[in-house]
């Protein structure tokens, strides 16, 4: 259910690479077809010869096993992907976090970008994934539901 509402939205002035677009949109429809047996193994078998490569470095990359590895490439989005220039961009995500309920959109967007930054250095290699604690401590949540206060506010 969750995984039905959620989608890794990458945002970039730059194309993505066409063959990672052509691999997600395939699993995609792999976990329409097939959601309970998705796997690399059919993933493969949907691709030319030629892609195989590029989807074992993907995998290997993720870390992830075969069918969480199918799951996470579907929830990817680059329809944002070669936009407009990086202060369009920030302007959109900007609007996007005050559209979220964010009160000091600008405060939280730095926030996010200097860990994303963080997490993207040499030093941070052994730490390199965002977790949910590092959401909570650095947006100084107390926890996981003190997040979603937008949509507390929409339910009540």
């Known amino acids: ?9 990458l945002i970039s002035n730059r ?4 063959l990672l677009s052509k691999l997600v949109s395939k699993a995609k429809l792999l976990l329409v077809s097939n959601p309970n047996n998705a796997t690399v193994e059919l993933l493969k078998k949907k691709s030319k010869i030629t892609e195989y490569k590029a989807i074992d470095k993907l995998q290997l990359a993720s870390g992830l096993p075969s069918k ?6 579907s929830l990817l989005d680059f329809s944002d992907c070669n936009s407009d220039s990086r202060y369009i961009l ?5 609007k996007s976090l005050t559209d979220l309920g964010a009160f000091d959109a600008r405060d939280q967007l ?11 250095l040499p030093d941070a290699k052994s730490t390199n994934r965002i977790t949910k604690e590092d959401i909570l401590t650095h947006f100084k949540f107390p926890d996981l539901e ?10 009540s």
């Open 90 to 94: 920030k302007q959109n995500s900007l």
């Open 146 to 155: 003190s997040c979603f206060q937008y949509l507390r506010i929409l339910r």
């Open 68 to 73: 969480t590895f199918i799951l996470f490439l």
């Open 1 to 9: 259910m969750v995984l039905k509402k959620t989608t890794i939205k």
């Open 15 to 18: 194309p993505a690479s066409p």
């Open 110 to 120: 730095a926030i996010l970008e200097s860990l994303l930054r963080n997490k993207t």
